[in-house]
């Protein structure tokens, strides 16, 4: 559910609510003092989680590159054999040719 802003025209009071579309619309038509307030919304950026993956997490990558070793996944959290990583060497190798 968004969170919407109000204002009480008698009051000068501003203030926010939890509520539906449908809930909303509503409350405006009951209370005739109450307006609807445009605000801007509310953009989160920048966001990463480089190098913060909880221990839970890494047990639930490393599953997942053990059944999908050709991955990206497999590549940054799986763990690999010498063999395996001599043979994926050796494809890349060839494959660039």
């Not at 539906?20 to 005739?32: C, F, K, V």
């Not at 307006?35 to 599953?63: R, Y």
């Amino acid at each position: 559910m968004p969170l919407y802003s109000f204002l009480n025209t008698e009051t000068g009071e501003e203030f926010e609510s939890f509520m539906s579309i449908s809930a909303r619309e509503d409350y405006l038509q009951t209370n005739p003092t109450i307006h609807s307030v445009v605000t801007s919304a509310a953009i989160v950026s920048g966001v990463s989680i480089t190098g913060k993956v909880p221990d839970g997490f890494k047990e639930v990558l490393s599953k997942i590159s053990e059944n999908h070793k050709s991955s990206d996944v497999a590549n940054r959290h799986g763990k690999r054999s010498s063999k395996e990583i001599k043979t994926k060497q050796l494809v890349d190798k060839h494959i660039g040719k």
